[in-house]
């Protein structure tokens, strides 16, 4: 079976410090792993993903997320926060059993910016 | 290049009505998925169907909700008999299967029981 977990429900970080999203897996094979962002009434928008390849990943808005196999890790980071930033995130692993396709969600960590 | 479009954004019902959720996927996506997210929630997963097919529905109760895609027109997500306890967002995503995985998603449907 395939999961995910996000262990902080809420981060606050001051605007223009780094952030750091946390997420690990658990995956019995090679993950496909996806950070996803929801803003209030809104549906997830993409952010990136990890399929293979380099561990660090760039995505939309200068997010980047760093794979760690030997962490069983996904974190999501920033350099320099923007109140903007402020919104849901939620990371999400791909359901590897045969003939599936749908993404397994953590429960989410809201991210606050304080300006 | 529209997205996954849902309709409607909102739907009232009591209980015991149908409701009826409509998703029309990314044009030339041919892989569509229901999540359901509860407040404050992340979004299970409900089902995935391709054209005319359903794939995978082990997310899905095993009573009055049912799911399609037909041929022509959008895929439906339809609920009987609507208790409270349906009330929740329900999130439509498409993919194209190929080198790409991500899901993309629809601005969701709230659904208000009452």
């Known amino acids: 079976a395939q999961s995910v977990a996000q262990p902080e429900d809420q981060v606050n970080v001051a605007e223009g410090n780094p952030l750091t999203v946390k997420c690990t897996y658990s995956v019995s094979g090679n993950p496909y792993l996806f950070w996803y962002v929801q803003y209030p009434n809104r549906g997830l928008q993409f952010l990136l993903k990890y399929i293979t390849g380099d561990n660090l990943v760039k995505g939309s808005y200068g997010f980047e997320a760093e794979f760690n196999k030997s962490q069983t890790s996904f974190h999501l980071k920033k350099p320099s926060a923007l109140v903007s930033d402020s919104a849901l995130y939620f990371c999400?692993?791909?359901?590897?059993?045969?003939?599936?396709?749908?993404?397994?969600f953590g429960t989410g960590t809201r991210l606050t910016v304080i300006p | 290049n529209a997205g996954v479009m849902q309709n409607p954004r909102h739907l009232v019902r009591r209980r015991g009505q149908e409701a009826r959720l409509r998703c029309s996927p990314v044009k030339g996506h041919s892989h569509v998925y229901w999540y359901r997210q509860l407040p404050e929630e992340g979004l299970k997963f409900m089902v995935y169907l391709q054209k005319e097919n359903i794939i995978d529905e082990s997310g899905m109760p095993k009573e009055r909700f049912s799911a399609e895609f037909p041929k022509e027109g959008p895929s439906i997500l339809r609920i009987q008999q609507v208790v409270r306890g349906d009330s929740a967002a329900y999130f439509c995503?498409?993919?194209?299967?190929?080198?790409?995985?991500?899901?993309?998603f629809g601005p969701g449907t709230r659904l208000t029981v009452t």
């Open positions: 995503a498409s993919s194209s299967l190929g080198e790409s995985y991500e899901q993309y």
């Open positions: 999400a692993v791909r359901n590897l059993s045969p003939g599936a396709n749908n993404l397994f």
